[in-house]
């Protein structure tokens, strides 16, 4: 390796030559493919050890000169041709180092294109013209040599860096090699249009406004290869589809939802089970009895809580008001038939009344109390034999006043009358008899009954487990001791 000072006339500077360490010198930087100032060595295009070198055998700079800024060198590596252009300077304010075997040349650059196409089928450069050349300057799909793509075949203008090359799929890549088209691209044109809603498969994108709609469909051109040497499929294609045509299925009506319209299955109308479009549905006027019926209950006419929920019976159809659609849930308590009376009506639409039991069994007694202790033989009024009677005898009754009450139980029965069986002479005694009905005393009668005679008095019909009874002397007479009863029942209704 020899050193070897180089003098360039017509430059205002000097420099010496000298070997650099190559392994510290840079790579140029942001070498122009031509331009119309200087190429500069400086902080920008040798950053790291403020020298730098061109890379392979022939480079430089085409259409300008270089300039090279103090304190930064240029290294020209052994067998390396670098250029510059006829015309121009070389202008050295730091250094130049050539090793032996390598050139500095003022000459013109060229990169083969032999199909004219703007891109060379490689990186490699000449500093004489070759056949099918082209200045590099000349080139207009780079700026800087580092950012140069190039031509799969050179011999076809129709190929160059991102068109189709090769097959289906292909790509002319940057590199200059024919590979699998990117995924989303189609340099080769060969992925054609793809019909989304019309073929044997139909693909869907969704709802809008309520109304389904199909995958729009593939224009010719907006296909795309799938980065493995093939068109995407078209369930693929179609499914990265934006919205296209309605399909005409609108949900849009009352107690309509939204079903599918997917991938590649249909849309459709289901039902929702509810839905606020149907409002409050009326069961004002729908009625159902609760309760069995039975003398001794009570049981009652309500009506039906409004729909105001699960307000569908169908697609597009709501529950209907005052129907069996209302169900049989208590709302209103419109009607209450206790005791004796039995509920009428009361189904639908139709209303409830209240109806009597009218049928009367009469039961007797099972029990008494004589709390005053004034009466005798009580059982005898209520065993059913005439010829005896319960008296009340061993107390006197006020002039027109009452003698004291004997009480007559039972367990409670519906009941709507008493019968009485008197026994001591017409007109001589007043009778006072009350009932004890749910739970509290109400007077059936008071006055003159017919002696040895069956008198049936009726009341209000109820819960009944007691009666009670005393004579009373008229006003201002005193009819003695033995006031009798021969028999008593009460009127249990069925």
């Not at 045509?245 to 599918?260: I, K």
């Not at 639908?348 to 007797?364: A, E, F, K, N």
């Not at 029990?367 to 005439?386: A, C, F, H, K, R």
């Not at 069986?421 to 739970?439: A, C, E, K, L, S």
Request: glycine share 12%; with cysteine.
């Amino acid at each position: 390796m020899t050193y070897k000072l180089l003098l360039i006339s017509g430059l205002f500077a000097f420099f010496i030559l000298l070997i650099p360490n190559v392994a510290l010198a840079d790579v140029c930087a942001d070498v122009p493919k031509g331009g119309a100032v200087n190429y500069v060595i400086d902080e920008t295009t040798a950053p790291t050890n403020n020298s730098c070198t061109f890379d392979g055998t022939v480079n430089g700079v085409d259409g300008v000169g270089i300039t090279i800024d103090e304190g930064y060198s240029l290294t020209i590596n052994s067998g390396q041709t670098i250029a510059w252009s006829p015309n121009k300077s070389v202008i050295v304010n730091g250094s130049i180092a050539i090793t032996t075997g390598g050139q500095l040349k003022q000459t013109y650059l060229w990169m083969k294109d032999a199909d004219d196409d703007g891109y060379p089928p490689d990186a490699t450069q000449y500093y004489d013209e070759p056949a099918g050349g082209k200045r590099r300057k000349d080139f207009t799909d780079f700026t800087y040599v580092s950012n140069i793509t190039y031509d799969y075949d050179d011999s076809l203008n129709s190929i160059y860096p991102g068109t189709g090359c090769g097959g289906i799929c292909y790509e002319n890549k940057n590199d200059g090699t024919c590979d699998y088209a990117d995924n989303g691209t189609d340099p080769g044109g060969d992925c054609g249009a793809l019909d989304c809603d019309g073929g044997g498969t139909k693909y869907y994108n969704g709802w809008t406004s309520e109304i389904c709609y199909y995958k729009d469909d593939v224009a010719a051109g907006d296909a795309d290869c799938n980065s493995s040497g093939s068109c995407k499929s078209v369930a693929t294609e179609c499914g990265e589809e934006p919205k296209g045509d309605s399909t005409g299925v609108n949900c849009g009506q009352v107690c309509e939802s939204e079903v599918n319209c997917s991938g590649t299955s249909a849309g459709s109308c289901g039902n929702p089970g509810d839905d606020g479009a149907c409002g409050t549905i009326s069961c004002d006027d729908w009625h159902h009895q609760v309760g069995s019926d039975s003398a001794s209950g009570t049981n009652y006419c309500y009506d039906s809580p409004n729909i105001t929920s699960a307000r569908c019976e169908g697609v597009n159809n709501c529950k209907d008001a005052n129907t069996a659609d209302c169900g049989s849930s208590n709302d209103t308590n419109e009607l209450s038939c206790g005791p004796c009376k039995y509920v009428n009506g009361c189904s639908g639409t139709t209303d409830g009344y209240c109806s009597t039991y009218s049928s009367t069994s009469w039961v007797p007694p099972t029990g008494y109390s004589d709390p005053n202790s004034v009466w005798s033989s009580e059982t005898q009024i209520y065993n059913g034999n005439l010829t005896n009677d319960g008296e009340c005898s061993k107390t006197a009754i006020p002039i027109g006043g009452y003698g004291p009450f004997v009480y007559l139980t039972k367990s409670t029965v519906p009941a709507h009358s008493i019968r009485i069986y008197t026994f001591y002479g017409p007109g001589t005694y007043i009778w006072d008899i009350d009932v004890h009905r749910g739970g509290s005393w109400v007077n059936v009668f008071e006055d003159y009954l017919p002696d040895e005679a069956y008198s049936t008095k009726t009341f209000t019909a109820g819960s009944v487990d007691q009666a009670r009874i005393r004579p009373k002397n008229p006003p201002g007479e005193n009819r003695g001791y033995g006031a009798g009863i021969a028999d008593f029942d009460f009127g249990q209704c069925y």
